[in-house]
């Protein structure tokens, strides 16, 4: 096809083809900084190394806990600020022009922000634990801490996401239900959880497979917050593939682990594709 | 139905809160990139202090971040072009001709929307190095263009399919050419979706650090990677850090007060009708 040709081609060429090169790269034992011609073939030895290093396992909890607390706080906090503030007022385009700031700025500059107001000495939330009497904490030197810290950046930058998507989705409900609702002497809660969340649970279902998705995809705010430390207490999986391929120089086990990883996110989008296709009722 | 002031207020408090909380820490970057190096070890609670662009001076002229500068805004915009071209065309043919292999393209180009960079960067990499496009910048704009048209064509697909095809058809009847049709009918209806799927792209490719760590040099360095070799374990100059971070800032906040609504349909499309 003449219109799909090129898109198609560059595509193929610098979107799919690597992804099919990894799951060859897995196969081979290659060092950084040495030309491709000396790698060699060792089958599932990758594998066999990667599923094998505590490191990994750990990696891979962090990342199931990290995605299962930021998505579900995001998602909770989203849907509840969304109904409480439903509501058409006037000036909400401007407040929602400031909403989507944290999703829009780099991800870099996020991690700065975050890194700095977090920072023991300096940090802006010190200052405030201090100020309000409470003691301060070395937040990004203690394991725990340190999570919370990642936890709370992405709650702050995708939280305003979900309340954005279900505002949009409840303005889409018909009036007149909710009315008829009203009239049947449905109270708030039963309104709200009989008749507009059961309307919206599309969007919902689809939210949550987005920020599923990103949630395992994320990367920059934790390298740049914490750099997968202290340790490895925030060393989500797609920070373990770089540490390994490039400060590890086991490219072979690092192309391993983001088989895992794409497989991961693969069944996500592909849950999301049955919810959400974009060529859903078209002739084949 | 009037709502009762109390509510209206309680409202408006809410918002307010809420805005403070998604500003602050954007204000926090700003504030201590005009910070001077005293004043940053004061208390960060301390609020007035004594404005200076010298972390500004200092990044741009002692750091050479002019260059990288250029580097950002070269990607950025001509991966924007790239993309809008390429999109526009395989969006507009998936939603109007039915071909052999359309459903297998149209799938795994939905699939291949998710694919964490992180997997790519390896291979990436390996086939770069190839293809001697490593610390080039036209390497990186390939690759921002790959990553960016899944997006960008479902998105334009969902325009192109609002466009009635007899209009095309009229326009055709009327003594348009094909290329007259596209560009006289369709990409004016199309315009908002031009304008966020643009954005989008600009913002993937002004904002993109991993891949861009791994593949540039000193030469060829964008500005995300520049402000990442600032971290170090010896410590911070937070004022130098929060200059860059703000340059790197400023171009998304400006897509955002100018286009917010073209924005909020992009971020919404394909969930969420109308």
Same mark, same amino acid.
């Given at each position: 096809m003449l219109y799909l040709g090129p898109a198609v081609l560059v595509m193929a060429a610098a979107c799919l083809y690597p992804v099919v090169v990894a799951f060859q790269l897995a196969g081979y034992d290659w060092a950084l900084g040495t030309p491709w011609d000396s790698a060699r073939w060792v089958g599932a030895q990758n594998f066999v190394s990667a599923f094998t290093n505590p490191r990994m396992w750990s990696s891979l909890l962090t990342t199931l806990l990290f995605a299962a607390v930021c998505v579900s706080a995001e998602m909770v906090l989203g849907i509840a600020l969304a109904l409480a503030l439903e509501h058409p007022v006037r000036g909400m385009a401007f407040f929602r022009t400031l909403f989507i700031l944290p999703m829009m700025i780099a991800p870099i500059a996020v991690g700065l922000a975050w890194r700095y107001m977090f920072d023991a000495q300096f940090g802006l939330i010190n200052a405030v634990l201090k100020a309000v009497g409470l003691s301060p904490q070395t937040w990004l030197a203690d394991p725990t801490l340190a999570f919370i810290a990642i936890v709370v950046a992405d709650i702050w930058q995708w939280t305003p996401f979900v309340f954005i998507m279900m505002i949009a989705a409840l303005a889409g409900i018909d009036g007149s239900v909710i009315e008829a609702a009203r009239i049947d002497g449905a109270r708030w809660w039963q309104q709200t959880m009989r008749v507009k969340l059961p309307m919206v649970m599309h969007v919902i279902a689809i939210t949550l497979m987005m920020r599923l998705i990103d949630a395992f995809r994320v990367l920059e705010v934790v390298y740049v917050l914490t750099f997968g430390g202290p340790g490895d207490s925030t060393e989500i999986l797609s920070l373990h593939i770089y540490k390994t391929a490039f400060i590890g120089q086991q490219l072979g086990v690092a192309a391993a682990v983001s088989v895992l990883l794409l497989v991961v996110v693969a069944a996500l989008s592909w849950g999301a594709l049955r919810l959400s296709n974009p060529m859903k009722g078209e002739p084949p | 139905m009037k709502r009762h002031p109390g509510l209206v207020a309680a409202h408006y408090s809410m918002l307010c809160v809420l805005a403070f909380l998604c500003v602050a820490p954007i204000v926090v970057i700003f504030a201590t990139s005009l910070r001077q190096q005293v004043d940053i070890f004061d208390s960060p609670l301390n609020f007035i202090f004594m404005p200076t662009l010298e972390n500004y001076r200092a990044v741009l002229q002692d750091d050479k971040l002019d260059r990288y500068l250029g580097n950002s805004l070269f990607v950025g915009l001509v991966s924007t072009v790239i @993309? %809008?071209?390429?999109?526009?065309?395989? *969006?507009?043919? %998936?939603a109007r001709f039915r071909f052999k292999g359309r459903t297998t393209i149209a799938y795994t180009t939905l699939l291949l929307r998710t694919v964490p960079l992180a997997v790519m960067a390896v291979p990436v990499f390996l086939i770069w190095s190839e293809w001697k496009l490593v610390n080039s910048l036209w390497g990186l704009v390939l690759l921002y263009v790959a990553v960016n048209l899944p997006f960008t064509i479902w998105l334009l697909y969902g325009f192109v399919?609002?466009?009635?095809?007899?209009?095309?058809?009229?326009?055709?009847?009327?003594?348009?050419?094909?290329?007259?049709?596209? @560009?006289?009918?369709? %990409?004016? %209806?199309? *315009?908002?979706?031009?304008? *966020?799927?643009s954005i989008f792209t600009f913002r993937i490719a002004w904002n993109e650090f991993i891949l861009a760590l791994v593949l540039t040099d000193r030469q060829t360095r964008t500005l995300p990677v520049a402000a990442s070799l600032f971290i170090t374990d010896i410590g911070v100059d937070w004022g130098k850090v929060m200059a860059m971070g703000s340059l790197i800032a400023i171009p998304p906040l400006i897509f955002t007060f100018v286009a917010a609504r073209q924005i909020i349909t992009g971020l919404t499309a394909g969930a969420v009708k109308g």
């Open positions: - | @993309t %809008l071209v390429l999109g526009c065309m395989a *969006a507009y043919g %998936l399919l609002q466009v009635p095809v007899e209009l095309e058809e009229a326009a055709a009847i009327d003594g348009c050419g094909p290329l007259r049709v596209f @560009t006289k009918v369709l %990409l004016p %209806l199309m *315009a908002p979706g031009l304008a *966020a799927a």
